[in-house]
């Protein structure tokens, strides 16, 4: 049994700036990545930015610049600083991992959701 909780969401002005936080827990052998996926109203699920064990980054090309991933690996975290927020982030924003299991699998996690709402 994986969880994965997101926090941090909330309420900015365009502008602003919002962190969010993501831990993994459970049967966690390894985690290959954790990343962030956002799906605003009326859209599809898309990604934002992801991160590797070894340090490799992807961001989306519509927050280059304005968003960055880092990764605490002794406490199963990711977290998204973004910053010159803008009205179009507003989604809600999903953590995904994949997490080798304590008894050797590899699988897709995602966590619950945590909304991000950017006034203008």
């Known amino acids: 049994q994986v969880q994965l909780v997101e926090s941090g969401g909330g309420m900015v002005q365009a502008g602003g700036s919002l962190r969010l936080s993501c831990v993994a827990s459970?049967?966690?052998?390894?985690?290959?990545?954790m990343g962030w996926y956002r799906q605003g109203p009326g859209k599809q699920r898309e990604l934002v930015a992801t991160s590797t064990s070894r340090g490799s980054t992807n961001y989306a090309d519509s927050v280059k610049g304005r968003f960055a991933i880092s990764r605490d690996n002794a406490k199963n975290t990711v977290y998204l600083q973004m910053s010159s927020l803008k009205p179009e982030d507003t989604a809600v924003y999903y953590c995904?991992?994949?997490?080798?299991?304590?008894?050797?699998?590899?699988?897709?996690?995602w966590g619950q959701g945590t909304q991000v709402t950017v006034s203008s």
């Open positions: 459970g049967f966690i052998f390894s985690i290959n990545s």
């Open positions: 995904n991992a994949e997490i080798q299991t304590d008894w050797g699998s590899v699988e897709n996690y």
